[in-house]
């Protein structure tokens, strides 16, 4: 059996940069026609040229494979004049509250000084991606910031706004209130909770941010996404961190998905018995909110057992050494 | 400021076997007049030839230094005689359900057929000592195994069964209910919640089981601590793993707290401003339940400022870089 995907996109993704941008960017490559890029670098990308510089590398790190990079700029107070210059080559800005995640220093403090940019931002009609965290009890920092998404949607009727990487199922509800927000859901927040992370051995290749919730939790989302609600898109949120960073005292987060994604959606989408909403969810979902048109591309999959690498190179992939039904077909 | 506590006891520890034995005896020893020792070693101590073995080679570890190992017998359905020969000199039977935790495959997979066996210790008046947790979502395995504590309770009510290692503030509001209901609590379990072992970059030696719960559990088991609730007591669940074990992919649970113990209390109990309940905690609330009569001996320690080693051997030990308030203070 075949499935063939029309420009499939990953709308959460981690690339890095140099030497790890290089080892990770083909295996996005090679599943999607696009992704929207995370600006959190160690420098954070909050400025046109070095949004331009990035892009460039990451065409390059792609290595011939078409994939389009849709950049974000790093949250922060802007002018209109850098808004308007920057609109065209961006898909929108991602903000994180400071601190709260790998790379987040200079994210965002006082939520009361951020109205005058989001205003920009819906003027403009550019979309706002958060990460939606607060640094409360790590089990309640999304259901806490809920109040933050619920502000930014009835302030900014007209703001086009993505809750990122959702886990709760109090974050399912809210999505079904505002007609303005979507929400981006990874593939490990559909298949682990944090009983996979600490309930057994602990598994620092599952740790990751926001944390994996609950049982409850899990089926929310999962019900939502295969009941193909049409504004949860998927964004894998790979990120990846060598491993001797993975496994040292006090290792960092993030969960390296990428060379698993489409296999393993593919296989949760037949489970479930609607693989024919596949492509609702990892790419119409996607253009129809964000109003994207991307160059025309298609990944095929076969349905044929594939067991996952225990390795690749110095990361540990997602599901690494497990057999999953379907596998990428390359077509020359 | 001096402090000298009489005959300080550890109610719950590990002490495993052979060259980490003889490494971390000492750090009880020098502590404690005696400790409660789990008996799941690789090979579960469950015959009275083991057991006798085994206590030999710990006080052979304590090199000199006076400490009581009161010996526990890992719970399986024993007879009538082998309970009446091993009475003497155990303080108790230690149950596990099979695989919940490090080295318990061999405990309890069937809750209907221990009930002889519970009749025989209510009987003897042999306490009974339980790791309480299901096989459920890790933050719920506590609370769910609570009804095996009750019907426990219940069932055996002149049975002295003691909930170890507690961590909910449903396990502290089930002990008001039954007089034959006591607890251990550990001290990490007073001092983080969930949020320290996942909530910033993952901390493998944090990692425990029962793994730490929300802000609300740790307040309630403070608030009962501290108000010297009569049928709480210490049990540091000090359980050493060697580095390479807890920060490699899949690493074990267990906090090694040994070395840090009775500062780390007193400075909680001083900050609570009822350091005068600090020898209940630790001594009398056991000496009472358990109706033990240790060997006399005096541990002191003084207020002065003293910083946890980052490095105890291969074992990284509990607030390691740590600056405590209060030390051990060896006398001649």
């Known amino acids: 059996m075949h499935l063939t995907l029309e420009n499939p996109l990953d709308m959460h993704l981690h690339l890095r940069e140099r030497e790890m941008l290089a080892l990770v960017a083909p295996c996005s490559a090679a599943q999607f026609a696009g992704g929207v890029i995370m600006p959190n670098l160690v420098q954070p990308v909050d400025s046109l040229e070095r949004l331009r510089a990035y892009r460039a590398a990451i065409l390059d790190a792609c290595a011939g494979e078409p994939f389009t990079p849709y950049m974000t700029l790093f949250f922060r107070s802007y002018h209109r004049e850098e808004l308007l210059a920057a609109r065209d080559e961006i898909i929108g800005l991602k903000l994180y509250p400071a601190g ?5 220093e200079s994210g965002v403090r006082d939520f009361d000084r951020i109205g005058d940019t989001v205003a920009l931002l819906e003027d403009l009609d550019i979309p706002l991606l958060v990460h939606g965290e607060t ?8 259901r ?3 109040r933050v998404y619920q502000w930014l949607a009835e302030t900014f009727p007209r703001l086009r706004l993505v809750m990122e990487h959702i886990t ?3 974050a399912v509800e809210l999505l079904d209130r505002y007609d303005n927000v979507g929400a981006t859901v990874t593939l490990h927040h559909l298949l682990i909770t944090l009983d996979d992370v600490v309930g057994g051995l602990l598994q620092p290749d599952l740790f990751c941010k926001p944390i994996a919730k609950t049982p409850r939790d899990r089926e929310a989302l999962r019900q939502a ?23 040292c005292c ?12 489409l296999p393993a959606l593919a296989q949760l989408f037949e489970e479930a018995d609607c693989l024919e909403r596949l492509a609702d969810f990892v790419s119409h979902h996607a253009r129809r909110f964000y109003r994207l048109r ?10 044929a057992p594939w067991t996952v690498m225990e390795q690749y190179e110095t990361l540990r992939p997602f599901l690494a050494g497990q057999t999953l039904r379907w596998r990428v077909e390359k077509r020359p």
């Open 100 to 104: 709260i995640t790998t790379q987040s």
């Open 135 to 142: 640094d409360g009890f790590v089990m309640e920092r999304e």
């Open 144 to 146: 806490e910031f809920l």
């Open 168 to 170: 709760t199922a109090e």
């Open 225 to 247: 996404v295969l009941a193909g609600h049409p504004r949860l898109m998927f964004g894998s949120d790979s990120a990846p961190h060598p491993r001797h960073k993975k496994e």
């Open 250 to 261: 006090g290792c960092a987060a993030g969960v390296f998905s990428a060379p698993v994604l």
């Open 294 to 303: 991307p160059p025309h591309k298609q990944v095929h999959l076969v349905r």
